[in-house]
């Protein structure tokens, strides 16, 4: 198998990958053009298995990536979220693939080392073997295995139920949208979580709250302003995002935001709003088929 065959048969596989560790669709793609070069320069006749051999290769380039990027946001304006990536309403039929891409999961890889964040996708996530894993980051394979129990513990302990996309979900966005446009108080507060969490990401380029709003009367706040003060020509359009129920909000035809949900028991637990305009033009425009570009 060559060079092309190999990136083009994995290309999902290896692109997760890099996602799940830069959390960043840009620093992704990055990743895979600089691992196609280095596969393209080994000598890999004699390479048994070309699909674990470049994760390998895409890991390992995904973890510079990560280092180098988690300098740069120590020093992020306001609340951090991974760029929005637009998935398929199938994709919730695999859970646990789904759930590993929630900007909800994401956050919560941000709190690990970045060696505990690779360790625990290529194990957790995607099933390599400890001695895979122990030659892609240079430790012991004992080693690997005290970091993937102290990654699996971490996570567990502050990971959030996550519920798949479906009717109830469904059902729940679309009652938030009527509530959010129309203004209506009452609706928002009984679609609300008491302790919902709103987080939005502006990275100091655009207007966004640069701290996390909590409660649901605050929360209903900030959605009612909106409706006091629209966006110019605001178009909504409902989508999955990072297998989160989602909405993209156009203003003149331009995505300006994109907003996830966070959904339990029929209740929002959780608002997640990306604005920062880096982190949105993966995304394009909106097209006239309604379709972003």
Do not use: C
């Not at 993937?148 to 009717?167: K, N, T, Y």
Request: avoid cysteine; aromatic fraction near 6%; charged fraction near 25%.
């Amino acid at each position: 198998m060559n060079t092309d065959e190999v990136f083009t048969e994995h290309r999902g596989l290896l692109f997760s990958i890099a996602y799940e560790i830069t959390g960043s669709v840009a620093d992704s793609e990055d990743v895979l053009q600089e691992s196609y070069i280095r596969w393209a320069r080994a000598d890999t006749a004699e390479v048994a298995d070309p699909r674990a051999y470049a994760a390998q290769i895409v890991t390992r380039q995904a973890l510079n990536s990560l280092r180098s990027a988690q300098r740069r946001r120590e020093e992020y304006v306001g609340p951090w979220l991974p760029e929005p990536l637009l998935t398929s309403p199938d994709a919730a039929q695999e859970v646990e693939l789904a759930e590993s891409v929630s900007t909800a999961m994401l956050l919560v890889l941000e709190t690990l080392k970045p060696v505990e964040r690779v360790v625990f996708v290529m194990r957790e996530v995607f099933g390599f073997d400890y001695d895979r894993i122990a030659e892609t980051v240079d430790r012991s394979e004992s080693a690997v295995r005290q970091i993937a129990h102290r990654a699996r513990e971490h996570v567990r302990s502050r990971q959030r139920r996550f519920e798949p996309l479906g009717d109830e979900t469904a059902r729940v966005v679309e009652a938030f949208l009527v509530a959010a446009t129309t203004g209506d108080l009452d609706g928002l507060l009984t679609l609300l979580d008491p302790d919902v969490v709103y987080l939005a990401d502006g990275g100091g380029k655009v207007t966004a709250a640069r701290v996390p709003v909590t409660g649901a009367a605050r929360v209903a706040r900030l959605f009612l302003g909106l409706v006091r003060h629209p966006l110019p020509d605001m178009t909504l359009e409902i989508a999955s995002v990072n297998a989160m129920p989602g909405i993209l909000v156009y203003s003149a035809g331009v995505l300006d935001l994109v907003l996830q949900l966070e959904i339990d028991e029929g209740r929002v637990t959780g608002v997640y709003v990306v604005r920062n305009p880096d982190k949105l033009t993966h995304l394009g425009a909106r097209t006239g088929n309604g379709e972003p570009s």
